[in-house]
């Protein structure tokens, strides 16, 4: 069946630093790919999507790369702070009505 | 509108009693939806409501679980019979359709069944 899973689960990353977290993913017909975080305690908080049709979308501070060839998905923070610390997941977004498969999340420490 | 309400926060049963979980979503999303998520695990899609119409029910884990959205604002998920393997988080999230897959979610009732 269709998964989402993430390459790492705990990334460690340097309070200044960028950081790249990575998704692979199995199904080729969602429409959209999406990355929340979630802080310790609280639901997931929406960080950025992106279209199938394209392969780069930017927002603040954070880029979301998309590679259909090979499956892959990754959300770069750029000058990475310590409220970035949380679990991150990717997820994608094939039902049409925003059913949501998200994969098992990456923990992100932010060292100060 | 401060966001997506959940109640309770954290509900402790005995197992085989039923529990009863209310989502008050961001008042103009019509889209509402319902998730669980183990520890350690992303959320699991469980049901999703479209204004008061139930349009995706087929991943409920079985026929103890159930949700209405009999007005088509507030939710109910209700989980009969309860079993230790239903302590988990029960994560609701709404979204307003359209161009965007955000969706908001509130920040979940923790069940833990003894």
């Known amino acids: 069946g269709e998964s989402v899973g993430l390459h790492l689960p705990t990334l460690s990353v340097q309070e200044g630093d960028n950081s790249i977290i990575n998704c692979a993913y199995s199904n080729s017909a969602s429409d959209y790919f999406i990355w929340y975080k979630q802080e310790s305690g609280k639901g997931p908080q929406f960080i950025i999507d992106i279209r199938s049709n394209m392969d780069k979308r930017q927002g603040q501070r954070v880029t979301v790369l998309l590679n259909k060839t090979v499956k892959h998905l990754s959300l770069q923070i750029a000058a990475t702070q310590p409220g970035d610390s949380a679990v991150y997941f990717c997820a994608e977004d094939s039902g049409g009505y925003q059913k949501v498969t998200f994969g098992t999340g990456t923990k992100l420490q932010v060292i100060p | ?114």
Not at chain 2, 39 to 68: C, H, I, M, V, W
Not at chain 2, 85 to 97: I, K, N, P
Request: with cysteine; aromatic share 10%; net charge neutral.
């Open chain 2, 1 to 114: 509108d401060t966001g997506v309400s959940q109640d309770p926060r954290h509900k402790i049963t005995k197992r085989g009693q039923n529990v009863t979980f209310r989502c008050d979503p961001i008042s103009e999303h019509n889209r509402l939806y319902w998730y669980r998520q183990t520890l350690g695990q992303g959320p699991e899609f469980l049901t999703y409501f479209q204004n008061e119409a139930q349009l995706e029910k087929s991943r409920l884990l079985s026929d103890r679980f159930s949700a209405e959205r009999p007005k088509g604002s507030f939710s109910t998920l209700e989980i009969q019979r309860t079993e230790q393997g239903d302590s988990a988080m029960y994560l609701c999230a709404s979204s307003q359709q359209g161009a965007t897959t955000e969706a908001f979610f509130g920040q979940g009732t923790r069940l833990t069944v003894v």
